[in-house]
T-cell receptor, first 114, second 114 residues
Framework: GQQLNQSPQSMFIQEGEDVSMNCTSS?????WLWYKQDPGEGPVLLIA?????ELTSNGRLTAQFGITRKDSFLNISASIPSDVGIYFC?????FGGGADGLTFGKGTHLIIQP | DTAVSQTPKYLVTQMGNDKSIKCEQN?????MYWYKQDSKKFLKIMFS???????INETVPNRFSPKSPDKAHLNLHINSLELGDSAVYFC?????????????FGPGTRLLVL
Protein backbone atom coordinates (compact mmCIF):
# COMPACT_ATOMS: atom_id res chain seq x y z
CA GLY A 1 0.00 0.00 0.00
CA GLN A 2 0.94 3.66 -0.09
CA GLN A 3 3.41 4.80 2.53
CA LEU A 4 4.30 8.13 3.99
CA ASN A 5 7.77 8.57 5.42
CA GLN A 6 7.58 10.92 8.38
CA SER A 7 10.63 12.29 10.15
CA PRO A 8 11.96 12.67 12.65
CA GLN A 9 10.45 9.82 14.64
CA SER A 10 10.93 11.75 17.87
CA MET A 11 12.18 15.13 19.01
CA PHE A 12 13.49 16.24 22.39
CA ILE A 13 13.59 20.01 22.53
CA GLN A 14 13.72 22.86 25.00
CA GLU A 15 10.71 25.03 25.61
CA GLY A 16 10.82 28.03 23.29
CA GLU A 17 12.62 26.26 20.47
CA ASP A 18 11.23 25.98 16.96
CA VAL A 19 10.25 22.55 15.64
CA SER A 20 10.25 21.20 12.12
CA MET A 21 8.99 17.85 10.83
CA ASN A 22 8.21 16.56 7.37
CA CYS A 23 6.61 13.81 5.33
CA THR A 24 7.54 12.43 1.96
CA SER A 25 5.94 9.93 -0.33
CA SER A 26 6.67 8.18 -3.59
CA UNK A 27 3.08 8.89 -4.64
CA UNK A 28 1.31 12.12 -5.46
CA UNK A 29 -1.29 13.26 -2.95
CA UNK A 30 -4.15 15.65 -3.57
CA UNK A 31 -4.50 16.60 0.06
CA TRP A 32 -2.06 16.81 2.94
CA LEU A 33 -3.25 17.00 6.51
CA TRP A 34 -1.46 17.43 9.81
CA TYR A 35 -2.96 16.00 12.99
CA LYS A 36 -1.93 16.06 16.64
CA GLN A 37 -2.75 13.29 19.08
CA ASP A 38 -2.64 13.82 22.83
CA PRO A 39 -2.36 10.81 25.16
CA GLY A 40 -5.66 9.00 25.48
CA GLU A 41 -7.33 11.05 22.76
CA GLY A 42 -8.06 10.80 19.06
CA PRO A 43 -6.13 12.75 16.41
CA VAL A 44 -7.17 16.38 16.10
CA LEU A 45 -6.78 18.23 12.82
CA LEU A 46 -4.25 21.07 12.88
CA ILE A 47 -3.87 22.14 9.27
CA ALA A 48 -5.30 21.00 5.94
CA UNK A 49 -3.55 21.68 2.62
CA UNK A 50 -5.31 21.34 -0.71
CA UNK A 51 -3.05 22.88 -3.36
CA UNK A 52 0.54 22.26 -4.38
CA UNK A 53 2.72 25.04 -3.00
CA GLU A 54 0.09 26.12 -0.48
CA LEU A 55 1.49 27.58 2.73
CA THR A 56 -0.96 27.75 5.63
CA SER A 57 -0.62 28.96 9.19
CA ASN A 58 -2.61 28.23 12.31
CA GLY A 59 -1.26 30.29 15.17
CA ARG A 60 2.31 29.17 15.81
CA LEU A 61 1.95 26.34 13.31
CA THR A 62 2.86 26.61 9.65
CA ALA A 63 2.57 23.86 7.06
CA GLN A 64 3.30 23.66 3.36
CA PHE A 65 2.13 21.39 0.56
CA GLY A 66 5.18 20.59 -1.57
CA ILE A 67 5.27 21.66 -5.20
CA THR A 68 5.81 18.07 -6.33
CA ARG A 69 2.73 16.98 -4.30
CA LYS A 70 4.92 14.31 -2.74
CA ASP A 71 5.89 16.07 0.46
CA SER A 72 4.80 18.41 3.22
CA PHE A 73 6.34 19.99 6.28
CA LEU A 74 5.03 21.31 9.57
CA ASN A 75 6.79 23.95 11.63
CA ILE A 76 5.98 24.95 15.19
CA SER A 77 7.49 28.18 16.42
CA ALA A 78 8.36 29.00 20.03
CA SER A 79 7.25 25.66 21.44
CA ILE A 80 5.33 25.52 24.70
CA PRO A 81 4.64 22.58 27.05
CA SER A 82 1.17 21.90 25.63
CA ASP A 83 2.73 21.20 22.23
CA VAL A 84 3.81 17.81 23.58
CA GLY A 85 2.18 14.95 21.72
CA ILE A 86 2.36 12.90 18.56
CA TYR A 87 2.10 14.71 15.25
CA PHE A 88 0.89 12.81 12.21
CA CYS A 89 0.95 13.74 8.58
CA UNK A 90 -1.77 12.20 6.44
CA UNK A 91 -2.54 12.21 2.78
CA UNK A 92 -5.51 11.42 0.62
CA UNK A 93 -4.92 10.14 -2.89
CA UNK A 94 -8.35 10.46 -4.44
CA PHE A 95 -10.00 13.85 -4.60
CA GLY A 96 -13.72 13.96 -4.05
CA GLY A 97 -16.09 11.05 -4.15
CA GLY A 98 -15.19 7.57 -3.14
CA ALA A 99 -15.08 6.22 0.33
CA ASP A 100 -11.37 5.84 0.81
CA GLY A 101 -9.41 6.63 3.94
CA LEU A 102 -6.32 8.60 4.80
CA THR A 103 -2.80 7.25 4.64
CA PHE A 104 -0.91 8.21 7.77
CA GLY A 105 2.75 8.72 8.52
CA LYS A 106 4.18 6.92 11.54
CA GLY A 107 4.13 10.04 13.65
CA THR A 108 6.62 12.39 15.26
CA HIS A 109 6.75 12.22 19.05
CA LEU A 110 7.44 15.70 20.39
CA ILE A 111 8.84 15.94 23.90
CA ILE A 112 9.58 19.31 25.46
CA GLN A 113 12.02 19.75 28.29
CA PRO A 114 11.29 22.73 30.52
CA ASP B 1 -21.28 18.74 22.00
CA THR B 2 -18.95 15.95 20.94
CA ALA B 3 -18.77 15.72 17.15
CA VAL B 4 -17.67 12.07 16.90
CA SER B 5 -18.29 9.85 19.90
CA GLN B 6 -17.40 6.24 20.60
CA THR B 7 -18.43 3.75 23.26
CA PRO B 8 -16.98 2.15 25.20
CA LYS B 9 -13.73 4.00 25.82
CA TYR B 10 -12.15 0.87 27.31
CA LEU B 11 -12.97 -2.73 26.50
CA VAL B 12 -11.27 -5.68 28.17
CA THR B 13 -12.38 -9.13 27.07
CA GLN B 14 -11.36 -12.74 26.71
CA MET B 15 -10.02 -14.32 23.58
CA GLY B 16 -12.78 -15.91 21.49
CA ASN B 17 -15.50 -13.50 22.57
CA ASP B 18 -17.60 -11.34 20.23
CA LYS B 19 -17.77 -7.62 20.92
CA SER B 20 -19.08 -4.40 19.39
CA ILE B 21 -17.89 -0.81 19.43
CA LYS B 22 -20.34 1.97 18.71
CA CYS B 23 -19.67 5.21 16.84
CA GLU B 24 -21.92 8.20 16.33
CA GLN B 25 -21.30 11.51 14.57
CA ASN B 26 -23.54 14.57 14.85
CA UNK B 27 -21.84 16.49 12.05
CA UNK B 28 -24.20 15.38 9.30
CA UNK B 29 -21.30 13.82 7.41
CA UNK B 30 -21.83 11.27 4.66
CA UNK B 31 -18.74 9.15 5.08
CA MET B 32 -17.50 7.32 8.14
CA TYR B 33 -14.39 5.26 8.82
CA TRP B 34 -12.80 2.87 11.23
CA TYR B 35 -9.06 2.99 11.88
CA LYS B 36 -6.82 0.77 14.00
CA GLN B 37 -3.87 2.18 15.93
CA ASP B 38 -1.30 -0.38 17.03
CA SER B 39 1.07 -0.30 19.98
CA LYS B 40 3.58 1.69 17.93
CA LYS B 41 0.92 4.36 17.28
CA PHE B 42 0.63 3.51 13.59
CA LEU B 43 -2.83 4.41 12.25
CA LYS B 44 -4.27 2.27 9.50
CA ILE B 45 -7.60 2.45 7.69
CA MET B 46 -9.88 -0.56 8.18
CA PHE B 47 -13.17 0.45 6.56
CA SER B 48 -14.88 3.36 4.91
CA UNK B 49 -18.65 3.63 4.50
CA UNK B 50 -20.51 6.07 2.28
CA UNK B 51 -24.17 5.92 1.24
CA UNK B 52 -24.35 2.21 1.91
CA UNK B 53 -21.15 1.59 0.00
CA UNK B 54 -18.59 -0.25 2.08
CA UNK B 55 -14.94 -0.31 1.14
CA ILE B 56 -12.82 -2.77 3.06
CA ASN B 57 -9.06 -2.68 3.47
CA GLU B 58 -7.99 -6.06 2.13
CA THR B 59 -5.77 -6.69 5.13
CA VAL B 60 -8.69 -6.64 7.59
CA PRO B 61 -9.82 -10.12 8.73
CA ASN B 62 -13.44 -10.99 7.99
CA ARG B 63 -14.01 -11.33 11.73
CA PHE B 64 -14.40 -7.56 11.63
CA SER B 65 -17.63 -6.19 10.21
CA PRO B 66 -19.00 -2.64 10.24
CA LYS B 67 -22.73 -2.06 10.56
CA SER B 68 -24.45 1.23 9.80
CA PRO B 69 -28.03 1.47 11.09
CA ASP B 70 -28.26 5.04 9.80
CA LYS B 71 -26.09 7.81 8.38
CA ALA B 72 -24.99 9.01 11.81
CA HIS B 73 -23.77 5.65 13.09
CA LEU B 74 -21.11 3.15 12.07
CA ASN B 75 -20.61 0.36 14.59
CA LEU B 76 -17.79 -2.17 14.51
CA HIS B 77 -18.48 -5.83 15.30
CA ILE B 78 -15.62 -8.18 16.03
CA ASN B 79 -16.12 -11.94 16.20
CA SER B 80 -13.84 -14.51 17.80
CA LEU B 81 -11.47 -11.95 19.27
CA GLU B 82 -7.76 -12.74 19.12
CA LEU B 83 -4.82 -11.44 21.15
CA GLY B 84 -3.56 -9.50 18.14
CA ASP B 85 -6.80 -7.51 18.00
CA SER B 86 -5.66 -5.54 21.04
CA ALA B 87 -5.28 -1.96 19.87
CA VAL B 88 -6.99 1.40 19.91
CA TYR B 89 -9.84 1.70 17.40
CA PHE B 90 -10.83 5.11 16.09
CA CYS B 91 -13.98 6.09 14.31
CA UNK B 92 -13.85 9.12 11.99
CA UNK B 93 -16.20 11.00 9.70
CA UNK B 94 -15.82 13.22 6.65
CA UNK B 95 -18.05 15.75 4.95
CA UNK B 96 -18.42 15.83 1.16
CA UNK B 97 -16.73 18.39 -1.02
CA UNK B 98 -13.42 20.19 -0.80
CA UNK B 99 -13.70 20.96 2.91
CA UNK B 100 -14.54 17.35 3.49
CA UNK B 101 -11.09 16.20 2.59
CA UNK B 102 -10.45 16.46 6.31
CA UNK B 103 -11.56 13.81 8.74
CA UNK B 104 -12.70 14.21 12.33
CA PHE B 105 -11.79 11.50 14.79
CA GLY B 106 -13.53 10.11 17.84
CA PRO B 107 -11.72 9.67 21.17
CA GLY B 108 -10.90 6.01 20.52
CA THR B 109 -11.79 2.65 22.07
CA ARG B 110 -8.95 0.86 23.82
CA LEU B 111 -9.45 -2.85 23.30
CA LEU B 112 -7.47 -5.36 25.32
CA VAL B 113 -7.90 -9.05 24.54
CA LEU B 114 -6.68 -11.41 27.27
Amino acid sequence: GQQLNQSPQSMFIQEGEDVSMNCTSSSIFNTWLWYKQDPGEGPVLLIALYKAGELTSNGRLTAQFGITRKDSFLNISASIPSDVGIYFCAGRLIFGGGADGLTFGKGTHLIIQP
Amino acid sequence: DTAVSQTPKYLVTQMGNDKSIKCEQNLGHDTMYWYKQDSKKFLKIMFSYNNKELIINETVPNRFSPKSPDKAHLNLHINSLELGDSAVYFCASRAPGLAGETQYFGPGTRLLVL
